[in-house]
RNA sequence: GGCUCCAUGGUCAAGCGGUCAAGACACCGCCCUUUCACGGCGGUAACUCGGGUUCGAUUCCCGAUGGAGUCACCA
């Protein structure tokens, strides 16, 4: 059989030799040791945190090593593509921190190692097949769907391994006349990589991650171009990251199964393997069981679900961070203020077991990541998000600036910040009480004040309210319109001696603070009415004495 | 089902032959306190199960069990 000819047969149009692309594409010119990492999602318009998780990893592992992280689009299947994809993945992965050196950007692509889209390399793949071919290590197969179809009923029902290889690749020794007659005569074929591998062999891949791995062999004729001559993942993902000059390739864990097929259409191109990094899933409850997290039934999952609920970027990355190195969360209690950036990634200390994804802990880091902001950046931060998802809440805002930094400074900056700020939802939930058009009342009175105290409470401190009391003559006198009605000055007294009091001035001062905020919980009282001014703290109090009825 | 990966508290996880088995989140209690939060102190809670190897296994090996992933002309 002459290879050569087939190949010439199949590939006519082809005049570019491998030679000619390893030329093009020349190792790259880095500072020893330096990483070369991408991502390569499909353009189906979907991320999710699992993607960002991995993005993560990649962008760190270049730009601490001095390399390059590109962005490649694999976009070869045309059935799954959604218009406008790129554009929004790029922006996704902007908000949260994600920037490329090279490759497909919003209007195009940059970089001397492009496309950067599969759709655009098809005459790299179709040069490369064709090399295959002249060897002897790929050939076209014109099995139909049907023969696909039952070929594998045959296999189950022999408890064979399904697929197409050793006896059941009807097409891998068809004659050049034969296949030249069903070329001739229209038939549609694929081109399939003639495998030599025996699974009863082993071969061991050290991965970056997990250590050493030990694989069996390849048997199987896997499909490297498609009947379209469009590539399969398998053959894109081995010559892309071939001429790309990857040097580490981080994917999920779903890949190790096929890792065996890669390994061998590496050594069958005689190319050098990159270092595989499989990182683990991220896993989500499912009911009783983990699940690896999926497109379709995780939608509160996608990127764009945490920044419609203001999720901070910096937060998100910071929770990711701490599962995706073990040590990072040290790192961080350690050094408080550095930036992400400073801490020293290694693909040693990643997880390889499957990570439950944990919303308490990523709120937990919200609220760390938010209490090191000031007032301003977290005010810049509610404005942004508002903008694009509470316009009317934003104009507001805007409006009343002095008055929105002055909510956030409560107790902000000190040593012991509060920290019940999480995501913009929920800020604006939680300061809403500050802005008439969003108050009400969530909370009721607390039980040890009867109605006609709450309403006689009001009524004197309506009357006694002063805006120029200091925080602690105002207190003062809280604690005498308590006493005055019977209530104890100090909580302990009435513990002591429940019986001599109705309440302690904790309750008065819980009924004032309903009346004010709508609820029993809130950030200091004294400090609250200071930003309202005398004329909203009074007609809220007005309010509920009306209301009260 | 075959193959592969994984296995420490509810969750994320340190550990890499000898530890009273870290820490974080969550939870509970106490303190601080006019509420809440913050902070401080304390607490509940784990090495899946069998065999080996070894003076000694959470740690190494084998097996079982469990979980996950994958078996496409999808990535």
């Keep these: 059989m002459d290879y050569n000819k087939l190949a010439n047969l199949l590939f006519p149009q082809i005049r570019k030799t491998p030679e000619d692309y390893e030329q093009m594409y020349p190792p790259r010119k880095l500072p020893e040791g330096a990483k070369v990492t991408r991502l390569g999602p499909s353009p189906t318009g979907f991320i999710h945190l699992g993607n960002l998780y991995g993005a993560f990893a990649d962008e760190r592992l270049a730009h601490q090593s001095g390399g390059v992280f590109f962005l490649r689009i694999e976009d070869t299947d045309d059935k799954r593509e959604v218009q406008g994809a790129v554009p929004m993945l790029i922006q996704a992965l902007h908000h949260f921190g994600v920037n490329f050196d090279e490759g497909a950007t919003m209007n195009g692509e940059t970089g001397d190692y492009g496309p950067y889209y599969q759709s655009r390399r098809g005459e790299i793949y179709q040069c490369f097949a064709k090399s295959l071919v002249a060897q002897g290590l790929a050939y076209p197969c014109f099995m139909t769907e049907e023969e696909i179809a039952a070929v594998r009923a045959e296999q189950e029902a022999q408890k064979k391994n399904p697929g197409i290889y050793g006896a059941y690749a009807k097409c891998r020794d068809l004659s050049f006349e034969e296949v030249a007659e069903r070329i001739g005569s ?23 991650i997990r250590g050493p791995l030990s694989l069996p062999e390849n ?33 999920g864990e ?6 065996p097929i890669h390994v061998a259409l590496f050594q069958a191109l005689g190319w050098e393997l990159p270092t595989y990094c499989h990182t683990t899933v991220l896993m989500k409850m499912d009911g009783e069981t983990k699940r ?25 990355r910071e929770y990711l961070l701490t599962i995706l190195n073990s040590n990072y969360e040290e790192w961080r ?51 942004k998000w508002a903008e694009e998802y509470q316009p009317g809440l934003a104009a507001l805002m805007a409006e009343q600036r002095d008055k929105m930094l002055s909510i956030f400074s409560i107790d902000r900056g000190g040593e012991k910040p509060r920290k019940d700020l999480i995501y913009c939802r929920q800020i604006f939930r939680f300061i809403s009480y500050f802005f008439d058009e969003h108050f009400i009342v969530e909370d009721s009175y607390p039980a040890e004040v009867s109605m006609k105290d709450a309403k006689e409470i009001l009524n004197r401190y309506f009357q006694s309210y002063d805006a120029e009391d200091d925080n ?39 009924v004032i603070r309903l009346a004010i905020t709508g609820r029993t919980n809130s950030p200091d009282l004294w400090l609250i009415q200071q930003i309202m001014g005398t004329e909203q703290v009074k007609g809220r109090i007005a309010q509920a004495f009306q209301d009260i009825g």
């Design 333 to 383: 209690i350690a050094n408080p203020e550095a930036a992400a950036e400073d801490f020293c990634f290694s693909t040693e200390k990643m997880s390889n077991s499957g990570t439950l994804f944990d919303l308490d802990k990523l709120n937990d880091v919200c609220k760390d990541v938010l209490a090191r902001m000031s007032a301003e950046e977290v005010l810049l931060y509610m404005l």
């Design 472 to 510: 602690e003559a105002w207190f003062a006198k809280v604690r005498q319109l308590a006493a005055d009605m019977g209530y104890a000055q100090k909580p302990k007294d009435f513990k002591k001696n429940p019986d001599q009091y109705k309440g302690h001035v904790g309750h008065v001062s819980n």
């Design 219 to 251: 048997d199987q004729d896997v499909v490297i171009l498609k009947k379209t001559g469009i590539p399969t993942y398998h053959f894109a993902h081995v010559v892309d990251d071939h001429l790309m000059r990857t040097t580490h390739v981080v994917r």
């Design 292 to 316: 690896k997290l999926s497109k379709r039934k995780d939608p509160e999952l996608s990127l764009e679900y945490y920044k419609q609920e203001g999720y901070h970027p910096e937060a998100v």
């Design 254 to 259: 779903e890949w190790l199964s096929s890792l």
């Design 186 to 208: 229209g038939q549609e074929y694929v081109i399939r990589f003639r495998s030599n591998g025996n699974p009863e062999n082993h071969v061991t891949v050290v991965d970056g």
